[in-house]
Structures are given as C-alpha cells and as structure tokens.
C-alpha cells in the first residue's frame, strides 16, 4: 500500500478517486507543529533558530498519519504546491520520521486524474530553498510582531498587534484619510456648449483647451466673460478623427486579480474569496464524488497550459462561432518579480460551465466559479472593435471636444465586460456623433456653465487596496486575504468599511504615527519590497536566510529599545526615563529610570495606581511605591512580585487592619505576616507562602525548640515552644 499525504480531507476525497485501490489518501488537516502561541519562539542567541512545537490538538492526526506511515511501501507528501505547502510537507517528514532527502514529494498545480498521476511518476525531494524562504517570512514576522506590538501596547496603553506587512498597509489607509482630511477644495467651472449642424443634428461638446492647453474657468467672473466671448464667436469644426479601437481581453485571473475582482463585482470580502477558492481548488461534493473545479488558487502567474488554450479555442469557437476565435492564440506575460511556477487560475475542465454545476455549488461558490470560468474564457477570445469619432470645435481661442464610440464587434464582452466606471459628464464622451466635415460651420444652441469643486482622493476598497500593495510590491498574493482579515479583525478592528470604503478606527492615527517615527525601516514601502525580494532569493537558492535575519536584527533591536524611551525626565538624577509595562494592575505601566542601577526612581503613567515613595525596602532594598487596596492605602515594594513586602502608611487611617511583617518564620527564615482571620482572630502567617505554609496563632521568634525542635514563639514577652506536649511550652493554658 501506497500512502499520500495531503493537508485537506475535501482535497483526499478528490484525490483518491483518481487512483487505484494500492493508494491511500490522507489528510493532516493544516499545519501539524508551529511556533509557540504565547511566546516569540525564536531564538535570538543561536542563530535565530524557530522553536516549533507540535499543536495540542494534531496528536491524534499524527498518531494516525504514523500508523499508516509504519504500514506504507511509499509515502507521497502532496501538499499545495507553494512555500506554505513545501513548509508543511518539510514538517511532516520531521515528525513522522520521513527522510526528506529521498524523492517523497509530489506537486500538482490541478486536481485531475492527469495532474496527479503525473505527479505520481515524478516524485522530488523537498525542497530546502523554498522551506527556507516561507521558515524566513515566518520568524521575520515573529520578531517583528512579537517586539513592536507589545512596544507599541505599553506607549498607547492599549492592548495591539502590530506586523510587518500588516502595518504598513493600515498605513496606507491612514496617510490616504489624512489626505482626504487635509484635501482643500478647489473651485472650478464646466462649460457646454450644444450646437447644431448644417443637417440640423445636435453636438454637444466641453469646453477643454483655451489657446491649445487645458483649461478650466476658476470662477464665476471668469466664466462669465468666456461666455460672452463664445456667444459672439463662430463655432467650426476643427478636427475629426476617426478610427476603429481595438480592446484587448484582459489576462486570466491571478490571486490578486481575482481578489480585487471578486470584492469589486462579487460583494465578497478578500477572505471570504479566497476561502471559497480554496474549496473550488479542493473539490466539491457531486452525486459521483468530489469534483476540483479550479487550477490553485495562490498563483501571481499569468500563463496557462497549451492543453488548457486548446481545449478554450475549441469552446469558444464551438459556442460562440470562429470569429470569436482570435487569429493568433492570446499570450500574456507574467510581470517580472512574480513567482511563474504555477498557472493562472482557470477552470480545470471547460466543458464543465458554471450552470452545469450550478446545482451542487452553493450561491459563492457558484459567484465565483463563474467568475473564474468567464475571465478564463474571455481571455482567450478575440479582441473587442468600436467605431470611435473624436470631434474638436474652436469657438475663438478656446477649443471644445467630444467623443463617441458604437461597438463593431463585442469580442470577449460577449462573455466578460470590464468593471470600469462608467463616464463622468466631466469627461465629454457621447454616444453616436452625427456626420460632420472639417472646416464646417456649425450653429450654437445654447450655452450651459456648471459650477464644480475638484475632489479629494477616494478612500481605498478591498481591491483598491490590494491592487496598490501589488503595485508597491507589498507582501505577496497569498498574504493579502490575511492582511485584510487583520485589518478588520473584530477584536480589534484598525479600519472599519463604510459603504466599502476602508475608514481608519480611532486607535490607528496614534499607532502609526509610532511606528512611523521608532521603526522607520520596517514601515518604509521600499523596505518592505526589498525584504519580498530578498525571501524571493532565499526561495531560489541563492541568499542565507539566517544572514538576512542578522542584517535586519540588529538595528531593529536598537530601534525596538529607543521606542521604550521617553521625554521624561527623572527629577533625581536628570537621565531620561523609559516605559515599562505594568507590574501593578492593568492601568500599571510606569516610568523607570534609564540610569538603574545607579539610581532607582520609577513613576506611574497612570498616579492613581502606583506613587513612589523615599521609602526603601527592608527586605529587598527596591523603592517602596504608594498603592491602594479594598483596605484603604499602604506601601509595598515595587520589585512585586518577586518582593511582596508591604507596610501600613504612617498615620493613614485603615478601614480593617492591614496586614504588617512581625516575627520570624523558624522554616524558611522569612517574615511573617500578622493578620486577622475570618472570625477575627490574630494569627502569623509566613511570607513566603504558599511555597511556605508555616502559620502560628503566637508571635514566632524564628528559632526552633532544642528539646522538640518545635517553633519557639513569644506570648506575653516571654518564650515557649509551640509544641503544647514539650516540656518548654506555656502551661499557663495559652
């Protein structure tokens, strides 16, 4: 028996439909061991190694995967064929004891009978470069998260999360709102003017250039005298150009694309898009078993298969006629920092439309197959043809255009229109334009003026979003649904979405600007690209990745330190202090000297919480902080909890008795505690409780009895033992 390994149980079902009854197909449900949850994991000091841990909840998936891994002849690892998937198959050959050094992994771009079956006959090793490059992004992001978020928490005294990527997009959203915010309008005014031709047909056209540059009126005394020069002037016809436009089939859809589209036309969220690729990819339940409608989903490449163009052509020119068919075949070029290892996405079979499947999908996946089916197939159709006729008017010095275009032949609309807005009234484009000749003489109608003020830049969607970070080379596809979720996290949303448009919460203006000013490196946009490219260099073979750690650790380290310190200045010895997170409560961030250990001063951000006194303490020799308890206010050591020492305030009056240090404790040597039971009687308890349990209803001396070895406590000024039985104990009936 033959054993395949793959990450989803939807994505097994599929698989082992296609193989005979030697294979078995299972699943280790996502990643089987990461980094710790709670902590950074990453160790600095030996080279940045990650510390991976298996999850609590995989023990019963890998005792599974390791009986079956015993019974194999082969194990296949067939995880996606990326670096999150190579990452996976590396982590499954470490735990389930594979040698990763023999041919174990297999790769498929499609879930067919074909894909996998070639993929069955050319097995590899896994591949080191690509673990290394997703291994790099993971600890980069950890270091980065892990220090500035808890950096960033204490100086804004709110609980965030800050990361590599994600930052710098939120970013983005917030310079765009301050853009917005500061935008002053300026007022400008149109200018139409309909005339009529020697026919009796009506032009109407915008005033655009004055003396062969472009120009718009600014006021209303301006526009004003441009029309009473026009009404006095004659309107000719300049110029007519016509021509037939060609527009050319957009590319098949990459993550990106898909993304930006399906949020545009869809109502999807980026997330919600790509979890619903993910089960399109994976495969769906059919009356005959799963079916994979689509190649993977996490591609930046915008090629496809020859097999896969063939089969389109075919289509294409069986349903919608050969002149849909285009005379070459359509190529479109991958952009050059994309990884071109995958296909686009497509349908994996063509002859499955989306109203054959329409019955077994639900209503997304539905949406979004179509989606996929119909850019895929419009990409490989023939170019869309307008007539098109650009008509200039001179009125005097000033110029006046207009545009029309009628479709020749819809091309690749017949299946796919581009999701471009329509014309604005501002941009002079009509329908069908009458017949008009240069040089004629047309008559003016009338004369209209519009009173307009230039807007401000428009807040950024999803897709707009995710369009501008691919264009800035920001993260890589299979990152934006993740960074988006982030975003808009509920737990802690830094944008929230207003008729679609992303609008920054209250929380982002301050925390960028602190990630701005004490991190420049990591929110800088071409620091970010180049970082994608260098994870690019560690996937190819040709950068160490723990050096790249190295470079970029070491002054971000520095960075990480300055961002603690602050403007205030210590009243003792003049140094500046740093911020440190609370040791007092949650409102317990406090101000500490950065001249320790010479000088000891701290203070609370917050003074209700904690006050510094001049008070040292007796035990530890920390500064003694004010505090207030249920019992009203007293002392205690600032070194809590690793000092616990507290003392009444002298002359404050307390609600009950607050406990105060008498006696020794004969066990362990520590101060004990003098307090009050819940029926009101005095007892001692040891301060070192609960790792000493020692308790005494007498004052302890801390020496031992030398005929019982029982606590020798004081009663009334004089010593007994606490051991009623021994010869030394109070027989006055204490």
């Known amino acids: 028996m033959d054993l395949i390994i793959v990450e989803s149980p939807h994505k097994a079902k599929t698989i082992e439909k296609f193989l005979s009854a030697n294979f078995k197909v299972d699943a280790s449900k996502g990643h089987i061991r990461d980094l710790p949850v709670n902590r950074m994991g990453i160790n600095v000091k030996k080279n940045f190694e990650p510390e991976y841990i298996v999850n609590t909840d995989k023990q019963n998936d890998i005792k599974r995967l390791k009986d079956k891994v015993a019974k194999a002849e082969t194990v296949y690892l067939a995880t996606d064929p990326d670096r999150e998937g190579e990452a996976i198959s590396w982590h499954l050959a470490e735990v389930l004891g594979l040698d990763d050094n023999k041919p174990i992994r297999i790769e498929f771009h499609e879930i067919s009978a074909k ?186 490449s915008v090629r496809i298969s020859q097999d896969a163009q063939n089969a389109a052509l075919n289509h294409i020119k069986k349903v919608y006629g050969e002149d849909f068919v285009p005379s ?3 190529f479109y070029k991958t952009k050059g920092d994309a990884q071109d290892a995958h296909e686009a996405i497509r349908p994996i079979d063509v002859s499955v439309t989306p109203e054959s499947v329409k019955d077994v999908l639900d209503r997304n996946q539905y949406k979004l197959y179509k989606l996929i089916y119909d850019r895929f197939l419009a990409s490989q159709m023939s170019d869309a043809k307008y007539n098109s006729v650009a008509i200039e008017i001179c009125a005097d010095r000033y110029t006046f255009k207009t545009s029309g275009r009628t479709e020749l032949f819809a091309g690749y609309t017949a299946v796919y229109k581009d999701a471009k807005a329509e014309p604005s009234d501002e941009d002079g484009v009509n329908g069908l334009l009458p017949k008009v000749t240069e040089g004629e003489v047309l008559t003016l109608k009338k004369l209209e003026k519009e009173q307009k003020y230039t807007k401000p830049p428009v807040r950024y969607t999803e897709a707009t979003l995710i369009k501008a970070m691919e264009v800035e080379g920001i993260g890589r596809p299979s990152t934006y649904a993740t960074i988006m979720g982030k975003l808009s996290d509920k737990k802690r949303a830094y944008v929230v979405k207003e008729k679609n448009y992303l609008v920054p919460t209250e929380i982002s203006y301050p925390l960028i600007d602190f990630l701005v000013k004490y991190f420049p490196d990591v929110m800088d946009l071409k620091f970010t690209r180049r970082m994608e490219t260098a994870l690019d260099d560690i996937g190819e073979g040709g950068r160490d990745w723990h050096k790249l750690i190295a470079d970029f650790y070491a002054p971000f380290e520095k960075q990480v330190h300055r961002s603690t310190i602050t403007d205030v200045i210590c009243e003792k010895c003049g140094a500046p202090m740093e911020i440190r997170s609370g040791k007092f409560g949650k409102f317990g961030n406090y101000y500490a000297c950065t001249n320790y250990p010479t000088c000891h001063n701290i203070k609370s951000v917050n003074e209700k919480t904690v006050i510094p006194t001049d008070y040292i303490c007796d035990r530890c020799g920390g500064v003694m902080v004010e505090r207030e308890g249920k019992f009203g206010k007293f002392i205690a050591c600032s070194n809590y909890p690793k000092c616990k020492n507290t003392k009444p305030i002298a002359g404050e009056e307390q609600k009950t008795p607050t406990s105060v240090y008498e006696g020794v404790c004969p066990t362990c040597g520590k101060p004990t505690k003098k307090m009050t039971s819940k029926t009101g009687k005095t007892f001692y308890g040891c301060s070192g409780y609960p790792d000493c349990k020692f308790m005494s209803w007498d004052k ?35």
């Open 700 to 734: 302890p001396t801390g020496k031992k009895c030398d005929v019982c070895g029982g606590a020798l406590v004081e009663v009334k000024d004089k010593i007994y033992c606490s051991n009623r039985n021994c010869v030394n104990a109070d027989k006055g009936g204490k």
């Open 328 to 330: 070459k075949p359509n």
């Open 115 to 300: 894909a996998v079956k070639k993929a069955l006959d050319n097995p590899r090793v896994i591949d080191k470069n690509l673990v290394d490059a997703q291994q790099t992004r993971r600890v980069l992001d950890r270091i980065v998260g892990y220090s500035i978020s808890p950096a960033a928490s204490i100086r804004l005294s709110e609980t965030l999360s800050a990361g590599r990527v994600q930052s710098v997009a939120l970013k983005m959203v917030v310079d765009r709102e301050r853009e917005i915010s500061a935008f002053v309008p300026q007022e400008y005014w149109l200018i139409r003017a309909e005339t009529l031709t020697q026919g009796n047909a009506s032009i109407k056209a915008l005033l655009a250039e004055k003396d062969g540059k472009k120009y718009r009126p600014e006021s209303q005394e301006e526009t004003d005298e441009v029309l009473s020069i026009l009404k006095n002037s004659d309107f000719i016809v300049k110029n007519v150009k016509k021509s037939v436009v060609k527009v050319h089939a957009p590319a098949p859809f990459t993550t990106s694309t898909m993304q930006q589209d399906g949020v545009a036309r869809l109502g999807l969220t980026s997330p919600q898009i790509m979890s619903v690729a993910q089960k399109l990819y994976e495969g769906v339940s059919t009356p005959n078993g799963n079916m994979a409608l689509i190649t993977y989903m996490r591609t930046d």
